[in-house]
């Protein structure tokens, strides 16, 4: 029997070489599949974030679905649309959630700012910052967001967002 440690040496070295092409410079995004569930890895800044997020809002989860294994495969939580920052989604948001390489577990009592790409079979994706952080942060104290940014990104609010929504000329449809 091949162990589990044995399947990531041999299998997250090709996922890298399968999303290497569209983070080259010029691809801000790259769609990728991870045990079947279709993800969608950005590699940028904050300033691209917003600009290339067909969705971005702020929500709170409503409930989770873990699957049998948490490593098997990422979990389903539905997320209660509180406001849209940018794009256009529906009311409740059926999201999948990365696995265990970028684990990300919402608390119910939270609200969170999150970058969301749509999904081919109707639910949505939250982005996934060069396969190691997920670009869903909680709101703290004001509109600060905490939890844990990518590598090159500095702390920033959900003001800062709407602004830089607003320069770029997108709103909330």
């Keep these: 029997m091949v162990s589990s440690s044995l399947i990531k040496k041999l299998f997250f070295p090709l996922l890298f070489l399968t ?4 983070l080259l410079p010029g691809s801000a995004f790259s769609q990728i599949s ?9 590699s940028g800044s904050l300033e691209d ?5 067909p969705v971005i809002a702020i929500a709170r989860p409503l409930d989770r679905q873990f699957s049998a294994s948490p490593t098997d495969s990422p979990m389903q939580v539905a997320f209660k649309v509180k406001e849209l920052v940018k794009g256009s989604a529906p009311e409740i948001l ?5 696995g265990q390489t970028m684990a990300f577990y919402p608390s119910a009592d939270k609200d ?15 982005l996934s910052h060069s396969l190691q952080t997920v670009l869903a ?14 590598r ?7 003001s800062q967002v709407r602004e830089l929504i607003r320069s770029a000329g997108h709103q909330s449809d």
């Design 19 to 22: 999303a290497l092409p569209g």
């Design 49 to 53: 974030a917003v600009k290339t997020a």
């Design 112 to 126: 969170y700012l999150i970058f969301l790409s749509g999904r081919r079979d109707g639910a949505y994706a939250i």
């Design 137 to 150: 942060f909680e709101i703290g104290d004001g509109d600060a967001v905490a939890g844990r940014l990518p």
């Design 34 to 42: 991870l045990t079947g569930k279709q993800f969608t890895v950005f």
């Design 152 to 158: 090159d990104w500095k702390p920033f609010t959900v």
């Design 94 to 98: 059926d999201i999948h959630m990365p």
